[in-house]
């Protein structure tokens, strides 16, 4: 079992950055892919980012590649999403999720946890 829990939304205005944080519970996290996921009010949950269960790996939804990182401390057992360069179009709750797959991956179906999300909001 896997217990996650974000942090670091807010609301920042246009070309702002903000950095997210997921803590997991559980000695088993350096074990599972992370993924960030959000969701805007009217919309489907959509894939953001993802990272292996090592860091070596990573992956990105087109609309934010160049300017959202993620990134993992093991030792820590938490997973990072760095959001630069944000734009109104990036406001949702923003969730983490873990994955029992060692490769980062984009589906939904492929996370067994999940937060409880952390809300972005970005002004113009």
């Known amino acids: 079992q896997v217990q996650l829990v974000e942090s670091g939304g807010g609301l920042v205005q246009a070309g702002g950055s903000l950095r997210l944080s997921c803590a997991a519970s559980?000695?088993?996290?350096?074990?599972?892919?992370m993924g960030w996921f959000r969701q805007a009010p009217g919309k489907e949950r959509e894939f953001v980012a993802a990272?292996?269960?090592?860091?070596?790996?990573?992956y990105y939804a087109d609309s934010v590649k160049g300017r959202f990182t993620i990134s993992r401390d093991n030792a820590k057992n938490t997973v990072y999403l760095q959001m630069d360069s944000l734009k109104p179009e990036d406001t949702a709750v923003y969730y983490c999720?873990?994955?029992?797959?060692?490769?980062?991956?984009?589906?939904?179906?492929?996370?067994?946890?999940w937060g409880q999300g952390t809300q972005v909001t970005v002004s113009s």
């Open positions: 999720a873990a994955s029992p797959l060692a490769r980062p991956n984009q589906s939904r179906e492929e996370y067994d946890y």
């Open positions: 559980g000695r088993t996290f350096s074990s599972y892919a």
């Open positions: 990272i292996s269960w090592s860091g070596g790996s990573t």
